[in-house]
């Protein structure tokens, strides 16, 4: 056989691949849930727009409720990774500038966009009969609920858990729900609005001041 017809070797096994590849598929889920709620998200959609076959999704993925689980965890996750990676270089000795930060990580891409708010809204009420998807939004909620309570504990005032714990669940709640307002309709608020609102409740809830320079929009972006 003439060496310049041959096929060339196949390349061997790269996890780096294999993870990129898993990523894509996700992404896909995520575009599709986002776009046309979970029923759009059939595994011949997602191979679709994901420029796979569908039986390929079977290698990286028990199911299709495995795949879409995963989405979900995803969305979820992104929120606590980004708040947090937002404070990683804000000192400890200032507790009040590294919540602002963790805050304001939630109202900026990629946490607060459409799509991350779609896909939330896509399987929010799939989780009541849903155990795996149930499992996973108490999990990821408690992990994020959880470094806010942290990050209030640590603000310079007497020690007292159980306030902290109210107080974290009142702030949670705003965050929640603002980033679902900002995130799917975003050319509703000026530039920087949904922030200050977000800092001026916490703080009202809190009983403290954030800085004025916790309300920049240019802010330090993360991702």
Known sequence: MDPMT?????????????????????AAAMELVSEGGPEAATVRAIAARAGVTAGLIRHYFSSKEDLTNAAYR??????????LRAIETIPA?????RLAAFIAANF???????????VWAGYMHLGRSD?????T???????????????????PRPADPARDRREAIACNALIDGLWIEGGSLPDS????EVLRIALDGIAAILGI????????????KTG
């Open 209 to 220: 001041t954030f800085p004025a320079s916790a309300y920049h929009s240019d802010q330090r």
């Open 108 to 118: 900026r891409p990629p946490v607060m966009t459409p799509v991350s708010v779609g």
């Open 74 to 83: 995803q969305v979820m996750d992104q929120m606590t990774a980004h708040a």
């Open 189 to 192: 608020f000026a530039e920087g």
């Open 131 to 135: 155990p795996s998807l149930h499992e």
């Open 6 to 26: 041959e096929r060339p070797e196949r390349r061997p096994y790269r996890r780096a691949g294999e993870e990129k590849r898993r990523e894509d598929l996700i």
């Open 137 to 155: 939004h108490e999990a990821t909620y408690l992990g994020y609920r959880d470094r806010l309570q942290e990050l209030i504990a640590a603000l």
């Open 93 to 97: 000795a200032d507790p009040v500038a």
